[in-house]
């Protein structure tokens, strides 16, 4: 396979090119840009830490396939971490292409990801606009009525459940009453939300949001407006997302090795 090849895949299908937020960084962000590089080996991470780019040196990866890029704004200075980091990556022909907001928003990406994995009902796509104009479906609004024998109401505790369960966490954060039923669910398998977007969801006639990471303000302003929050796992999200690509990628392309690598949540739980 050559690297052309595997960019289109994800530039078209898995994290179309046209889903990129305003100045995020997407696509390759490391390495020649030699479009008939052979590409043999090829590794799937959340992010770029020392940890995985060791583990990728020490497997030849030809490419790595990253969520997170190796910085996320303009470089001011180079900190020690960084220079590390390319310095490390200097010892072998490596690429890095950096994924982001497209993946989030892809069909099949980290937001279907955790719909599917909810067992939930799709009712319609939540869009944001880029400054091109163009409609990226961050979110997904869902229906609560895909689950098997399910008859009750769906209560924001039987949710919550749910999460904890199919998710496998240990904990789950929420804002809102244990008891109140749930009507509609608007899913962002991305980072906090703000405002205007908690607007817009009330708007859209969810009683429900599901994100990866909410802010202390927006947790408040939640409570404020009366809008149930529930707060998966950044971690857990884009973990499964990567595992279901990597499946589906191995099984098209059998000649070329994919390898996930799993850097396990920086965060830890105190009990």
Not at 155 to 169: A, G, H, S
């Amino acid at each position: 396979m050559f690297l052309v090849e595997i960019k289109a895949i994800f530039e078209k299908e898995l994290a179309p090119r046209q889903y990129k937020i305003n100045s995020e960084i997407y696509g390759l962000q490391y390495g020649k840009k030699n479009s008939n590089k052979t590409i043999k080996k090829i590794m799937l991470t959340i992010d770029l830490s020392l940890e995985a780019i060791h583990f990728a040196l020490k497997k030849k990866v030809n490419l790595i396939i990253s969520h997170h890029g190796l910085i996320h704004k303009p470089v001011g200075y180079f900190n020690q971490n960084l220079i590390n980091k390319l310095s490390l990556l200097s010892k072998f022909p490596i690429s890095i292409f950096v994924l982001n907001s497209p993946f989030i928003a892809a069909e099949g990406g980290i937001t279907d990801t955790i719909l599917e994995a909810l067992y939930l009902k799709l009712d319609k796509t939540f869009n944001i606009k880029n400054k091109h104009g163009v409609k990226v479906p961050i979110g997904r609004i869902c229906l609560p009525k895909d689950y098997p024998n399910q008859n009750q109401p769906l209560k924001v505790e039987d949710l919550i459940k749910r999460i904890k369960t199919n998710l496998n966490l240990e904990y789950v954060s929420y804002v809102g009453d244990l008891k109140k039923e749930i009507k509609k669910i608007c899913i962002v398998g991305g980072d906090s939300p703000n405002k205007d977007l908690l607007k817009r969801v009330i708007n859209k006639g969810c009683d429900c949001y599901i994100s990866g990471r909410v802010s202390y303000f927006d947790a408040v302003f939640a409570r404020d407006i009366g809008l149930t929050l529930i707060e998966t796992s950044h971690y857990k999200n884009e973990i499964l997302a990567l595992k279901k690509i990597c499946n589906l990628l191995s099984l098209e392309f059998p000649y070329v090795e994919f390898i996930l690598f799993d850097s396990k949540d920086p965060y830890r739980t105190y009990f």
